[in-house]
DNA sequence: GCCATATCGTTTATCGATAATTGATAAAAA
DNA sequence: TTTTTATCAATTATCGATAAACGATATGGC
């Protein structure tokens, strides 16, 4: 048990900087699970962590210098999103179907997305300005070959969108998948035109600005279908491991 | 502290019987976070709970007896439902908006079955039979005036379709909203004709099996926004308290 | 040799205690 | 009197340790 602390202890710091590493939102509220959880995250889509690679709690915690508690309600968040199962007392493992897990997140999204639209169209609650400030960014960003920014302007598009359809559980659910890191991954696939992604952006506004809730509904949902074709990241990722 | 135990201690009994009653699911796993949610969601849901109240992890970890650990990760869990809510450092409150809360479910239920069903309808992986059944199980209990069991059924009902959806984090989504729990309260209010209700789930069966996805899907998220337009439970079951 | 059973190690689930943070209160200064 | 600051109490977030469960392994009976 001891004879693993020089390994883990020398992963640490290079750890250090993924952990200090705050993606986008304050890191004045709950750090320690909130950090974990992310960390946690970007190893298991970045395939640092293998389909079906056992999490065992006290490692994790062992390797991070915190104690078991953190982990766990990490690693249950995670559970919450599907990357990761844990059987009652047999422990928690990278889901086997990660590369469809990965997949699957557009259908889900393509659900509350369609839903938050088809709220928002008909509250018209669309702060479209705001929209079509993000598509800017997006094209900005997909030009400059700048996946983050292009990933965050995103990310706030689409936010924006569910926050507008005024109901909290719905935004809560949304937020729960963990959208702003998903994203990044997904656009890390070879073979997607960045500039052709931003602009499909464009065809959301005009769906809402028209006020045809249905439609705009539609758009929204199919706009999540043209991504659940392309390959999975994850094997992409893999190429240098 | 210690002259709370006496009252504390009596309450146990009675919790005792509220604590064991496991509603229908396994209780092999997972035994005190699970039944402590479960117990704290009846609460929420039933009343005994009102918005705003605070609840305060090492009260209730001492009036059932536990630590505080698994009454935190309860805590959590109904957290991401939306029915209460937690400042970082600052406690967590069952949710200002519960009645609010308790409708804008509906629109995520909506949102879910919706694409659950075009999915389901487009794969044509729906046992029409077990939902045939469990309709007939509905109107049985219908009559007999018999919530519990209507609520059961209905349950099975849309599990069913949203697991032949074979999106595994839509389902686990779709678990997360507590559904079995929220559908007897449902019931519970006043004026609703049970018959009814059991009733139209016949459209939903038909939808499906005509093989229109389109269609189907919009049944199934109709089938939600009726019970939107319901009056609030929570109201009907401060009756006898 | 094969199957049933007991023991063992590993890991989770839970516990009890501590550290740290927040809001409120009270005291002191202007 | 008002404002500022220091202290307090309450509660969460975290910790370290223990207990219980599960799978694997070993042991004994057949």
């Known amino acids: 048990m001891t004879e693993d602390m020089s390994e883990l202890r020398s992963e640490r710091a290079s750890e250090a900087i993924e952990f200090k590493t705050g993606s986008d939102t304050d890191f004045v509220n709950s750090p320690l699970r909130q950090r974990l959880k992310d960390v946690l995250l970007r190893r298991i889509l970045g395939g640092a962590y293998k389909a079906g690679d056992r999490l065992v709690e006290l490692k994790i915690a062992q390797e991070f210098g915190t104690s078991q508690a953190p982990v766990r309600e990490a690693l249950r968040d995670l559970e919450a999103t599907g990357l990761v199962i844990s059987k009652p007392r047999r422990g928690t493992y990278v889901a086997e179907v990660l590369s469809e897990g990965l997949r699957e997140i557009y259908a889900v999204r393509g659900a509350l997305e369609e839903q938050a639209t088809r709220l928002a169209t008909v509250r018209q ?24 920014s292009l990933a965050e302007h995103s990310v706030k598009f689409h936010r924006a969108i569910v926050e507008a359809a005024g109901n909290r559980l719905l935004t809560n659910l949304w937020a729960s998948l963990n959208i702003e890191t998903r994203t990044t991954i997904t656009l ?3 073979g997607i035109d960045l500039m052709e992604a931003a602009n499909s952006h464009r065809q ?6 028209s006020g045809d809730s249905e439609r705009a509904s539609r758009v929204a949902r199919e706009h999540q279908e043209n991504f659940e074709r392309l390959p999975t990241p994850n094997t992409k990722l893999r190429k240098d491991t």
Do not use: N
């Open 204 to 209: 959301i506004i005009d769906a809402i600005a």
């Open 125 to 148: 609650s669309c702060d479209l300005a705001m929209l079509e400030l993000e598509l800017q960014g997006m094209r900005v960003a997909a030009a400059a070959d700048d996946l983050t």
């Open 188 to 190: 890390l696939v070879d």
